[in-house]
């Protein structure tokens, strides 16, 4: 149920809130892996911040942490005072299992160890003030999900798709569990929804087309918009440079920001507009710089 006062969902107040100093926490899903939905949650979490907003990134994917790779932060956080500062980079704090654990090791925990392990990364973490908490969580349905659901009071939760039938199946199944748990859901992002050639700029929907979109009007939730298949967000990804910075006056970094902007709208009920790209590109410059 939204907060009247807010303009935004706020469920969760019955639980004891490990991280108070945070508005909205949002959960970055999929209903499977191979979407790309760390590439969006690192992306979303860097245009947040473009937009002045203090912006937090925590990587719950515990089985397979990227998320330091995508954001360009290989030393480990410090510690203060028993806790942990969370890294920085491209103005966002992180944090990510992938700090802690060797790269070559594999996490083969069961689910006390994966619960203790997520409510370490809100418990021990100085978050401070944010104004926006993106959980990047594993694909699926699993422990993760319901340890979240359990530890912190979630604004929504976004989910990530591609176009094909066979994606859109387990991205129902993944947002029905977020009603189940009475998480409020934010909506669709439909991820390499189309390849534009970059030499003839013909447009080819590998993936099939507008399968997003039926399934948002399928669940009755807003569809947040599509993203483009593009060697670019894949590089900046690999480099750790997202191409919300490593390219802000491209196509696929506007579809980032507009979808920013329908999420900011969607928890807070404001409709500030995208700030000009002339200050974008001032502020990815001057990270100290107003937007």
Same mark, same amino acid.
């Given at each position: 149920m939204?907060?009247?006062?807010?303009?935004?969902?706020?469920?969760? !107040?019955?639980?004891?809130?490990?991280i108070?100093?945070? %508005?909205?926490?949002?959960?970055?899903s999929?209903? $499977?892996?191979?979407?790309?939905?760390?590439?969006?949650?690192?992306?979303?979490?860097?245009?947040?911040?473009?937009?002045?907003?203090?912006?937090?990134?925590?990587?719950a994917?515990?089985?397979? +942490?990227?998320?330091?790779?995508?954001?360009?932060?290989? $030393? +480990? #956080?410090?510690q203060?005072?028993g806790?942990?500062?969370p &890294?920085?980079?491209?103005?966002?704090?992180?944090?990510s299992?992938?700090?802690?654990v #060797?790269?070559?090791? @594999?996490?083969?925990?069961r689910? #006390?160890?994966v !619960? /203790?392990?997520i409510?370490?990364?809100?418990?021990?973490?100085?978050?401070?003030?944010?104004?926006y908490?993106?959980i990047?969580?594993?694909p699926?349905t699993?422990?993760?999900?319901?340890?979240l659901?359990?530890?912190?009071?979630?604004?929504?939760?976004?989910?990530v798709?591609t176009p094909?039938?066979? &994606?859109?199946h387990?991205?129902r199944?993944?947002?029905?569990?977020?009603?189940?748990?009475?998480?409020?859901l934010l909506?669709?992002?439909?991820?390499?929804?189309? =390849?534009?050639?970059? !030499?003839?700029?013909?447009?080819?929907?590998? =993936?099939?087309?507008?399968?997003?979109?039926?399934? &948002?009007?399928?669940?009755?939730?807003?569809f947040?918009?599509?993203?483009?298949?593009?060697?670019?967000i894949?590089?900046?990804?690999?480099?750790?440079?997202?191409?919300?910075?490593?390219?802000?006056?491209?196509?696929?970094?506007?579809? =980032?920001?507009?979808? @920013?902007?329908?999420?900011?709208?969607g928890?807070?009920?404001? /409709?500030?507009?995208?700030p000009?790209?002339?200050?974008?590109?001032?502020k990815? %410059?001057?990270p100290? &710089?107003?937007?």
């Open positions: 939204a907060d009247q006062h807010s303009g935004g969902p706020q469920p969760g !107040h019955g639980k004891d809130n490990l108070p100093g945070v %508005k909205y926490v949002i959960a970055v999929s209903g $499977k892996g191979g979407v790309g939905k760390s590439t969006v949650s690192v992306n979303l979490a860097v245009a947040l911040s473009l937009t002045g907003a203090k912006v937090g990134l925590l990587d994917d515990i089985y397979g +942490p990227n998320i330091p790779m995508m954001m360009g932060v290989s $030393k +480990p #956080p410090e203060k005072d806790k942990i500062a &890294a920085e980079s491209h103005g966002v704090k992180l944090i299992m992938g700090f802690f #060797p790269e070559e090791t @594999a996490v083969v925990w689910g #006390p160890m !619960h /203790t392990a409510q370490q990364l809100f418990r021990d973490v100085l978050w401070g003030e944010l104004d908490l993106l990047d969580l594993p699926g699993g422990d993760a999900q319901l340890t659901t359990q530890l912190v009071p979630l604004t929504g939760a976004v989910t798709t094909q039938e066979v &994606a859109l387990d991205v199944k993944g947002m029905m569990m977020f009603q189940k748990v009475n998480v409020p909506g669709i992002v439909e991820n390499m929804s189309y =390849f534009l050639c970059g !030499h003839c700029g013909e447009r080819t929907e590998i =993936f099939s087309h507008g399968g997003g979109e039926r399934a &948002a009007a399928k669940l009755g939730v807003p947040l918009g599509r993203v483009p298949i593009d060697p670019a894949r590089d900046g990804g690999d480099s750790g440079t997202p191409i919300v910075v490593a390219d802000p006056a491209s196509p696929q970094s506007a579809a =980032f920001r507009e979808i @920013a902007q329908k999420i900011i709208a928890v807070t009920g404001e /409709t500030k507009g995208v000009p790209i002339e200050s974008l590109l001032n990815i %410059k001057n100290f &710089a107003k937007a």
